[in-house]
């Protein structure tokens, strides 16, 4: 950054290369699984609008301890929305909602030994929701279960196949598997509609990773139209404009990323 401000922009690209290869992470934006967030609202579409299921509550009950569950999820306070899952759990609130929900929290913080197993109980009470099977590919996925992450994918395409978010995770799985597939899927994703930010960001990603820096940038450009917030987007796209010798518009964005993260 130094050797940018001083308009050395040959010796900055040594030394961000140098910092490369000494931590592979500062020159790498990573590829995002996309999760739905889940609300009651759209309870209908976790059981796939097939299933005979109802939400039920114990006699008195009202989701207090889910609903404040899910209100610290929103903060990234994990360790206490699991608390409040199994507190909802024991005072007998929702037990279809509240499995899917501890699952779901349990993918975010990595565990996905423990996630796989609720995640195959939900599914057998209901086979027909591809949000189950989009979440049980990315418990795969973070398993390193490469080929079932696919398959899983796949059976959620095949409940509904404008699941944008099954889409993008197809896109992501083919890619880390270097199988082709992986463009068509993430073009899928944009014309599902959903989730825009993040399959816009990971094909950003995969143009980059291809030589392609251009369609890169401009792939990160949409990604900041869909999300102005997205640090994630800001910082790959700093990236590749730092490998393009714009060190000031480089430093804008990755500067706007910390702001924001």
Do not use: C
Not at 14 to 28: F, V
Not at 190 to 211: E, K
Not at 242 to 256: H, I, S
């Amino acid at each position: 950054f130094v050797y940018g401000d001083r308009g050395e922009a040959e010796r900055a690209a040594q030394m961000t290369a140098r910092a490369a290869e000494l931590n592979p992470s500062y020159g790498r934006a990573e590829a995002g699984l996309s999760l739905d967030s889940y609300s009651t609202a759209r309870y209908q579409e976790l059981i796939g609008g097939r299933g005979t299921a109802q939400p039920s509550v114990a006699e008195g009950g009202e989701l207090a301890h889910y609903n404040l569950g899910l209100a610290f999820r929103q903060k990234a306070l994990y360790d206490e929305a699991l608390r409040e899952f199994r507190l909802a759990k024991e005072r007998g609130e929702d037990t279809f909602l509240v499995q899917q929900a501890q699952a779901e929290m349990l993918l975010l913080r990595g565990g996905s030994s423990e996630a796989l197993e609720l995640y195959r109980q939900l599914i057998e009470h209901e086979p027909s929701s591809p949000k189950l099977w989009n979440e049980l590919g990315v418990g795969r996925h973070q398993a390193g279960e490469l080929g079932q992450a696919e398959e899983a994918y796949r059976r959620a395409l095949e409940i509904d196949p404008n699941y944008a978010l099954a889409w993008n995770n197809l896109g992501v799985v083919r890619h880390h598997r270097q199988q082709p597939g992986a463009e068509e899927a993430f073009m899928e994703a944009v014309r599902a509609g959903r989730a825009l930010s993040d399959v816009w960001r990971n094909w950003a990603l995969m143009l980059h990773r291809l030589g392609r820096n251009e369609e890169s940038a401009a792939a990160y450009e949409r990604a900041l139209e869909a999300d102005p917030n997205s640090a994630q987007a800001l910082t790959g796209l700093g990236i590749v404009l730092m490998e393009a010798g714009r060190a000031d518009e480089a430093r804008t964005q990755l500067l706007r990323a910390v702001e924001l993260d």
